[in-house]
């Protein structure tokens, strides 16, 4: 597999650039190329070395070439200056004669012998040093034999010791017979008294060599010595021209390492010899070789410490890199799950369960399974947080979380949405009885007793399912119908669960969309009142107005009294809407009355627990003052179910109405069975006939006279009575003959808004003018 | 025994000195007693015998000569003025020969001969044993 092979190549290249991997690599680079830079001057130095060594050896070897050529020339001279002076003087006299004139060269290095053909010595500058007969001297021998100048073997020289040389040619008599010889002498140091230390240093060397193989003379240092026998052609390459540089030769005679140079003289049977040792010539190359390694090695070293310290930097760097990258990603991993989870219960929180949920609809979408979505919510919970306080709460909640978890199954999830509620996901469902088991299980655990702040407390607990993809198919479906039907279970009975149906669906979610809406109606100002007259039944004219509540909702439009007022006396919220029917009621007859309207009447409805209210008599009197309208104007309106509630404290209540002057009617009398024999114990004003009676009593002759009756009734006792829901002229004019005092409904008006109703009024009051301006 | 033999070298050894002292008279350095120079120091003696020096201090050619090297009066005017032996001389002038830098003093046999020799060049300049000593030579002091 490439793709692989070439990452994990590219891996391990980026390991190599790594700080503590990337300074070692650096410091063997440095290390390469310090001891590359080393060697190479090291190799130069030598180089260097070798070559000024040889060129030096070449440069003492022209020199002492010269010097030895001169120095022999000059004996040579002497030799035969000597010989010719003695072809016309006697030998006695020849050398003082030379001497006085100062033509002998110094007798402190030379001596000048004449000797006979039988080796007896004629004359010398120096007789002292010589033998009493030199017959038997090599050079002697030699000298009678041939005519060039003999070079004898080194002899020491009797007194000193020292090593003597002797140049000698023979000279003849008359007759050409052989006469003797004459001869020089010269201490064999002679030759090589130019040895400077400066040039070829302890353990160089000078010397001739005879063309024979024996040293005439030979120093190194300050050692002189003669007579060593070596292999001549060895040393000296005779047709090796004189400008061959030095080559590094063992010397034979002490098997020393040397740069030689040996060059046969022209005109003499002999060879310089100049050598310089290979020792002593690199030995200041060697030095600097020495202290090229040793700076190289401490720069080794340096750059080895160096690299170790970076190394060691960069290593601790990444390492507490990583470390902080581990701690964030823990942190990071510490933060999701405080993100997704409830730090309570440790359960999963909203969010997190609305992703498990959403992946878990997906899986039972594709493979046609079923889901169950539980919600759970405590019945007390509140109760417990406040007598035990809010620790025992939170424990009771987390003790909740596991007591539901052990009854789960493992493929189940549970989650805290916040407050007292839990919900639970039971996937792969495949019949409802799995759910009912795991419900049961739930129900059960939850009964048995919790210690909480070391009191044993029991906990019910309502359960509402809805199943996927029956009870919806989405998130928000499936949990509001869950929500339903743990609102109905509540409903229905403490410690119990309840799957969600479609038929209370309706119910619910109308009657939950209209309680949170009623909340906020009066805030955003979406009631208003209708207004209906009441007419005087004999002369037809409006009397007085009955205030009607209205709901305009925003979305289902305008919703009647009968939907909503059940629910506010429910909630409470009747209370300050009652309020606000009150002051709007009362101002907007204000109004009127500035209007040009007459004074009438105007009569709002009263709830049930508006009447019970502890502030309601402070609220009809805040009203009144406000609007500064009349008491008497005002008529509250109540059924007999109020009426009858509680008898003696309603009674109570309406003597204080009474007392502020303020109207009380009777509702919808004749529906609810009020005992008539207390009737006369309330302190009413009107008694308002329901419209069910008036609606039926032309087709119903018994509705007619049970409707008669209840006229009499209401006038027997002094009320005034008034018919509701008039809606013909038949109905009208049979309550007439009958002395119904007042009537309203939609034979003369239907309730209106106060515009309309404005104007309607108008008209009527118009019209009684026109009517009444010809009587 | 032992005493007599020990007087016995005492006094070998009193004559023997007592004699030195009476046979090798001084040796000194001398110049022609037309030469203006009254005294030298032992460096410039030296130099001028090694050849170093070629100039009296008043300018005038220097001419140094020698005694032969068989003349006791050489070893010891050369142990004594010059502080060498006659090997190390011998050894100086082989070199400055060899390389040919220079030429050492020419020599006379005896101390007449340098007696003549100085006295006749106001140039020279020589040394001899005080027995020589005439009136045509002024010994050369020394600083």
Same mark, same amino acid.
Request: with cysteine; aromatic share 8%.
């Given at each position: 597999?490439?793709?692989?092979?070439?990452?994990?190549?590219?891996?391990?290249?980026h390991?190599?650039?790594?700080?503590?991997?990337?300074?070692?690599?650096?410091?063997?680079?440095?290390?390469?190329?310090?001891?590359?830079?080393?060697?190479?001057?090291?190799?130069?130095?030598?180089?260097?070395?070798?070559?000024?060594?040889?060129?030096?050896?070449?440069?003492?070897?022209?020199?002492?070439?010269?010097?030895?050529?001169?120095?022999?020339?000059?004996?040579?001279?002497?030799?035969?200056?000597?010989r010719?002076?003695l072809?016309?003087?006697?030998?006695?006299?020849?050398?003082?004669?030379?001497?006085?004139?100062?033509?002998?060269?110094?007798?402190?290095?030379?001596?000048?012998?004449?000797?006979?053909?039988?080796?007896e010595?004629?004359?010398?500058?120096?007789?002292?040093?010589?033998?009493?007969?030199?017959?038997?001297?090599?050079?002697?021998?030699?000298?009678?034999?041939?005519?060039?100048?003999?070079?004898?073997?080194?002899?020491?020289?009797?007194?000193?010791?020292?090593?003597?040389?002797?140049?000698?040619?023979?000279?003849?008599?008359?007759?050409?017979?052989f006469?003797?010889?004459?001869?020089?002498s010269?201490?064999?140091?002679?030759?090589?008294?130019?040895?400077?230390s400066?040039?070829?240093?302890?353990?160089?060397?000078?010397?001739?060599v005879?063309?024979?193989?024996?040293?005439?003379?030979?120093?190194?240092?300050?050692?002189?010595?003669?007579?060593?026998?070596?292999?001549?052609?060895?040393?000296?390459?005779?047709?090796t021209?004189?400008?061959?540089?030095?080559?590094?030769?063992?010397?034979?005679?002490?098997?020393?390492?040397?740069?030689?140079?040996?060059?046969?003289?022209?005109?003499?049977?002999?060879?310089?010899?100049?050598?310089?040792?290979?020792?002593?010539?690199?030995a200041?190359?060697?030095?600097?070789?020495?202290?090229?390694?040793?700076?190289?090695?401490m720069?080794?070293?340096?750059?080895?410490?160096?690299?170790?310290?970076?190394?060691?930097?960069?290593?601790?760097?990444?390492?507490?890199?990583?470390r902080?990258?581990?701690?964030?990603?823990?942190?990071?991993?510490?933060?999701?799950?405080?993100?997704?989870?409830?730090?309570?219960?440790g359960?999963?929180?909203?969010?997190?369960?609305?992703?498990?949920?959403?992946?878990?609809?997906?899986?039972?979408?594709?493979?046609g399974?079923?889901?169950?979505?539980?919600?759970?919510d405590?019945?007390?919970?509140?109760?417990i947080?406040?007598?035990?306080?809010?620790?025992?709460?939170?424990?009771?909640?987390?003790?909740?979380?596991?007591?539901?978890?052990?009854?789960?199954?493992?493929?189940?999830?549970?989650?805290?949405?916040?407050?007292?509620?839990?919900?639970?996901?039971?996937?792969?469902?495949?019949?409802?009885?799995?759910?009912?088991?795991?419900?049961?299980?739930?129900?059960?655990?939850?009964?048995?007793?919790?210690?909480?702040?070391e009191?044993?407390?029991?906990?019910?607990?309502?359960?509402?399912?809805?199943?996927?993809?029956a009870?919806?198919?989405?998130?928000?479906?499936?949990?509001?119908?869950?929500?339903?039907?743990?609102?109905?279970?509540?409903?229905?009975?403490?410690?119990?669960?309840?799957?969600?149906?479609?038929?209370?669906?309706?119910?619910?979610?109308?009657?939950l969309?209209?309680?949170?809406?009623?909340?906020?109606?009066?805030?955003?100002?979406?009631?208003?009142?209708?207004?209906?007259?009441?007419q005087d039944?004999?002369?037809?004219?409006?009397?007085?107005?009955?205030?009607?509540?209205?709901?305009?909702?925003?979305d289902l439009?305008?919703?009647?009294?009968?939907?909503?007022?059940?629910?506010?006396?429910?909630?409470?919220?009747?209370?300050?809407?009652?309020?606000?029917?009150?002051?709007?009621?009362?101002?907007?007859?204000?109004?009127?009355?500035?209007?040009?309207?007459p004074?009438?009447?105007?009569?709002?409805?009263?709830?049930?627990?508006?009447?019970?209210?502890?502030?309601?008599?402070?609220?009809?009197?805040?009203?009144?003052?406000?609007?500064?309208?009349?008491?008497?104007?005002?008529?509250?309106?109540?059924?007999?179910?109020?009426?009858?509630?509680?008898?003696?404290?309603?009674?109570r209540?309406?003597?204080?109405v009474?007392?502020?002057?303020?109207?009380?009617?009777?509702?919808?009398?004749?529906?609810?069975?009020?005992?008539?024999?207390?009737?006369k114990?309330?302190?009413?004003?009107?008694?308002?006939?329901?419209?069910?009676?008036?609606?039926?009593?032309?087709?119903?002759?018994?509705?007619?006279?049970?409707?008669?009756a209840?006229?009499?009734?209401?006038?027997?006792?002094?009320?005034?009575?008034?018919?509701?829901?008039?809606?013909?002229?038949?109905?009208?004019?049979?309550?007439?003959?009958?002395?119904?005092?007042?009537?309203?409904?939609?034979?003369?008006?239907?309730?209106?808004?106060?515009?309309?109703?404005?104007?309607?009024?108008?008209?009527?009051?118009?019209?009684?003018?026109?009517?009444?301006?010809?009587? | 025994?032992q005493?007599?033999?020990?007087?016995?070298?005492?006094?070998?050894?009193l004559?023997?000195?007592?004699?030195?002292?009476?046979?090798?008279?001084?040796?000194?350095? %001398?110049?022609?007693?037309?030469?203006?120079?009254? =005294?030298?120091?032992?460096? &410039?003696?030296?130099?001028? /015998? #090694? @050849? +170093?020096?070629i100039?009296?201090?008043?300018?005038?050619? %220097?001419?140094?000569?020698?005694?032969?090297?068989? =003349?006791?009066?050489?070893? &010891?005017?050369?142990?004594? /003025? #010059? @502080? +060498?032996?006659?090997?190390?001389?011998?050894?100086?002038?082989?070199?400055?020969?060899?390389?040919?830098?220079?030429?050492?003093?020419?020599?006379?046999?005896?101390?007449d001969?340098?007696?003549?020799?100085?006295?006749?060049?106001?140039d020279?300049?020589?040394?001899?044993?005080?027995?020589?000593?005439?009136?045509?030579?002024?010994?050369?002091?020394?600083?």
């Open positions: 597999m490439p793709p692989v092979d070439s990452t994990t190549r590219w891996s391990r290249l390991r190599l650039i790594e700080p503590p991997v990337l300074s070692i690599l650096m410091a063997f680079l440095f290390l390469a190329v310090i001891w590359a830079i080393t060697f190479n001057l090291i190799a130069r130095e030598n180089a260097a070395a070798d070559r000024t060594a040889a060129a030096v050896a070449m440069d003492v070897a022209d020199t002492y070439e010269a010097q030895v050529v001169r120095a022999l020339r000059e004996i040579d001279h002497t030799l035969k200056m000597v010719h002076q072809e016309d003087h006697p030998a006695q006299e020849v050398l003082e004669d030379l001497r006085s004139e100062a033509l002998l060269p110094p007798e402190i290095i030379f001596t000048i012998s004449i000797i006979d053909a039988r080796g010595i004629l004359g010398s500058t120096n007789r002292s040093s010589l033998p009493e007969n030199m017959a038997a001297m090599d050079f002697f021998k030699r000298a009678k034999e041939q005519e060039d100048v003999v070079i004898g073997q080194p002899q020491r020289e009797r007194e000193s010791d020292e090593w003597q040389l002797t140049f000698s040619r023979r000279f003849r008599e008359a007759g050409n017979r006469a003797g010889i004459v001869a020089v010269v201490h064999a140091g002679y030759f090589v008294s130019g040895y400077e400066d040039a070829l240093g302890e353990h160089g060397v000078l010397g001739l005879g063309t024979d193989g024996v040293f005439r003379v030979l120093r190194t240092g300050n050692a002189i010595s003669a007579g060593t026998a070596i292999n001549y052609y060895a040393l000296v390459q005779e047709d021209p004189a400008d061959t540089p030095a080559e590094v030769t063992v010397n034979p005679w002490d098997d020393t390492r040397r740069y030689t140079i040996a060059r046969k003289l022209y005109e003499f049977p002999l060879a310089i010899v100049v050598a310089l040792s290979e020792i002593e010539q690199l200041p190359a060697g030095r600097i070789e020495r202290s090229y390694i040793w700076r190289a090695a720069a080794s070293i340096l750059v080895a410490a160096i690299a170790a310290l970076l190394g060691r930097l960069s290593w601790q760097l990444q390492k507490s890199r990583t902080i990258m581990k701690e964030q990603a823990e942190h990071a991993r510490n933060v999701e799950y405080l993100a997704y989870h409830d730090n309570l219960t359960l999963p929180n909203r969010a997190l369960f609305s992703q498990l949920l959403y992946r878990q609809m997906q899986q039972a979408h594709r493979y399974k079923q889901l169950a979505l539980m919600f759970l405590l019945d007390r919970f509140k109760a947080n406040d007598s035990l306080g809010h620790e025992a709460g939170d424990e009771l909640l987390k003790k909740m979380g596991r007591r539901i978890g052990e009854s789960l199954r493992e493929s189940d999830i549970v989650a805290r949405l916040g407050g007292d509620e839990f919900i639970m996901l039971l996937p792969e469902i495949t019949e409802e009885t799995q759910v009912t088991k795991v419900a049961g299980k739930i129900l059960a655990a939850v009964a048995r007793p919790f210690t909480l702040a009191q044993e407390s029991r906990i019910t607990i309502s359960i509402g399912i809805a199943m996927f993809p009870d919806g198919d989405d998130e928000q479906t499936l949990m509001k119908n869950a929500d339903i039907a743990m609102y109905q279970a509540k409903e229905g009975g403490k410690n119990s669960f309840r799957f969600y149906s479609e038929k209370f669906n309706t119910d619910s979610l109308e009657r969309s209209l309680e949170s809406s009623l909340r906020n109606a009066l805030e955003n100002k979406e009631f208003c009142l209708y207004y209906q007259s009441k039944m004999a002369t037809g004219r409006i009397t007085g107005i009955e205030a009607l509540l209205r709901w305009q909702h925003p439009g305008l919703i009647p009294p009968m939907q909503f007022i059940p629910l506010a006396e429910e909630n409470g919220l009747i209370i300050p809407i009652g309020r606000w029917v009150f002051k709007t009621a009362c101002h907007q007859n204000i109004a009127w009355q500035n209007q040009g309207f004074k009438l009447s105007m009569a709002v409805n009263i709830s049930k627990r508006q009447f019970f209210d502890e502030n309601f008599l402070k609220d009809v009197g805040d009203a009144l003052q406000e609007s500064k309208m009349a008491p008497e104007l005002l008529e509250l309106e109540i059924t007999e179910a109020v009426l009858m509630h509680d008898m003696d404290r309603t009674i209540i309406l003597k204080d009474k007392q502020m002057g303020v109207r009380v009617a009777i509702d919808d009398f004749g529906t609810g069975y009020s005992s008539l024999s207390k009737l114990e309330f302190p009413l004003d009107t008694l308002k006939i329901d419209g069910s009676f008036i609606q039926n009593m032309i087709p119903n002759a018994e509705i007619k006279s049970l409707t008669t209840l006229i009499d009734l209401g006038r027997s006792l002094g009320f005034t009575v008034v018919a509701e829901g008039v809606e013909s002229k038949e109905q009208a004019d049979l309550l007439k003959i009958h002395s119904c005092d007042q009537f309203q409904g939609f034979y003369i008006n239907k309730p209106m808004p106060p515009e309309e109703f404005t104007s309607a009024v108008r008209k009527q009051l118009k019209g009684y003018a026109d009517t009444a301006s010809p009587d | 025994m005493i007599m033999r020990t007087t016995v070298i005492v006094w070998i050894c004559l023997s000195l007592m004699a030195g002292t009476v046979c090798a008279a001084e040796v000194v350095v %001398v110049v022609s007693s037309e030469n203006p120079i009254k =005294s030298l120091s032992l460096t &410039q003696i030296t130099d001028i /015998y #090694l @050849g +170093r020096m100039r009296f201090p008043n300018g005038n050619p %220097v001419k140094p000569i020698d005694l032969s090297e068989s =003349s006791p009066a050489r070893s &010891q005017f050369y142990s004594r /003025y #010059l @502080g +060498r032996s006659q090997p190390q001389i011998k050894a100086h002038w082989s070199k400055l020969i060899f390389t040919g830098r220079g030429q050492p003093p020419p020599t006379v046999s005896s101390g001969a340098m007696a003549e020799s100085v006295a006749e060049n106001p020279a300049i020589g040394y001899l044993s005080s027995d020589f000593l005439d009136d045509r030579l002024r010994v050369v002091t020394i600083d």
